[in-house]
């Protein structure tokens, strides 16, 4: 659970929110650039977001590309007083919210690919202070619709040099933590093959928190983007966009009735189409 620390967060905050605006900036670089060597011309748009009670943000969403069908990488800085019912699910968590004073910061990532070799993938990393307490908490967990093994391998190496670059037993935690996490109990089955995933991280060493949640960050491109380039060539059929589209049924299903991150953006009063980004374009049921 989150350690209390000292209230002197004044110039933390800040960094840690251009530090999320970075690596914004670098994967929407890297995305546009990766639809660009595919021959398509589509670009991100780009809305600002508004929390009412303070704060906002800015959604990036690519549709309908030659890479990404649908892609959003969403920053946000939001501050204020949560409300009862965004209390209560913190509460839940075993997170004393005292008065509901709050800020927080972070960058959430959901692509859904074109092509249905090309692995779907999230990522978020953030920060969340209360008056004498802060933590960071993210990951990234690969989400195939067709799996291939080496691509898996791939993804966790990266996951796995990130974590061991700071503490032995990071990657065996959190890659347990995204498979409990990223499980749909209505289902019996995960939502794709795992990755990473930590939440509540406040060891007492703030700089060290910190320094992990952006290696995770730098990390995720490595681990994703040479799987799209590898996948991308390969031909597809109508059987494999349709095993693609009832995948990502399970992808809505869970963001929709399990993700921590949807119920608190929705109940904290954040721009719901932000925070419904994560949503596949097209997806089926059977």
Known sequence: MPEALADAFDDRKPRAAAWFRHLRDDIVAAFEGL????????????????????????????????VFEKVGVNLSEVHGTLGDKAR???????????????????ISLVAHMANP?????????RMFWTPGASWFGGGA??????????????FHSQMRMACD????????????????YFFIPHRGRARGVGGIFYDDLATGDWEADFAFTQDVGCAFLPAFA??????????????????QLIHRGLYAEYNL???RGTKFGLE????????LMSLPPVAKWT
Request: glycine share 10%; aromatic share 8%; hydrophobic share 35%.
């Open 226 to 243: 040479p799987l799209v380039q590898r996948r991308l060539p390969t031909a597809w059929t109508d059987a494999d966009r349709e095993t």
């Open 35 to 66: 639809e660009h060597t595919a021959g398509s011309s589509v670009r991100f748009d780009v809305t600002p977001t508004n929390r009412a009670d303070g704060g906002g943000g800015l959604m990036s969403v690519l549709r309908g590309g030659a």
């Open 141 to 154: 967990d690969l989400n195939p619709c067709i799996e291939y093994p080496a691509d898996t391998a791939h």
């Open 165 to 180: 670059a700071h503490a032995p037993d990071y990657y065996q935690r959190f890659k347990a933590w995204a498979d409990s």
């Open 268 to 275: 904290s009063g954040h721009d719901p189409a932000a925070v």
């Open 117 to 125: 070799h090309c692995p779907a993938v999230h990522m978020n990393t």
């Open 257 to 259: 009735v399990y993700d």
């Open 88 to 106: 209560a699910a913190m509460t839940a968590h075993g997170i004393v919210m005292g008065d509901g004073t709050f800020w927080a910061s972070g």
